[in-house]
């Protein structure tokens, strides 16, 4: 059974920090590629950063120089790490995993900027 786990969310104010990990099982992590994704209130769920099998990143154009997204293979571990946060990153952010030709998602957790 594929379990991908969130933690590190919280309220912080504008221009803090935060970073969120994932811990996953269930899968090989080191074949599998990583990613976060994120849902405000009223909109659709949308990429923010990935990482491929090896050390490959990419990210959304709203978060680029502020989030790094990095992996740990041998804790079976994808972390975001946000800098800068402004109100507008507010939302549910939610881990998910690419292996075998399928997309496996976590529970999310909430990151709320105070501005």
């Known amino acids: 059974q594929v379990q991908l786990v969130e933690s590190g969310g919280g309220l912080v104010q504008a221009g803090g920090s935060l970073i969120l990990s994932c811990a996953a099982s269930?899968?090989?992590?080191?074949?599998?590629?990583m990613g976060w994704y994120r849902q405000a209130p009223g909109k659709q769920r949308e990429l923010v950063a990935t990482?491929?099998?090896?050390?490959?990143?990419n990210y959304a154009d709203s978060v680029e120089g502020r989030f790094t997204i990095s992996r740990d293979n041998a804790k079976n571990t994808v972390y975001l790490q946000m800098n800068s946060l402004k109100p507008e990153d507010t939302a549910v952010y939610y881990c998910?995993?690419?292996?075998?030709?399928?997309?496996?998602w976590g529970q999310g957790t909430q990151v709320t900027v105070s501005s």
């Open positions: 990482i491929i099998s090896g050390t490959s990143t």
């Open positions: 269930g899968i090989i992590f080191s074949l599998s590629n």
């Open positions: 998910t995993a690419s292996y075998r030709n399928r997309q496996y």
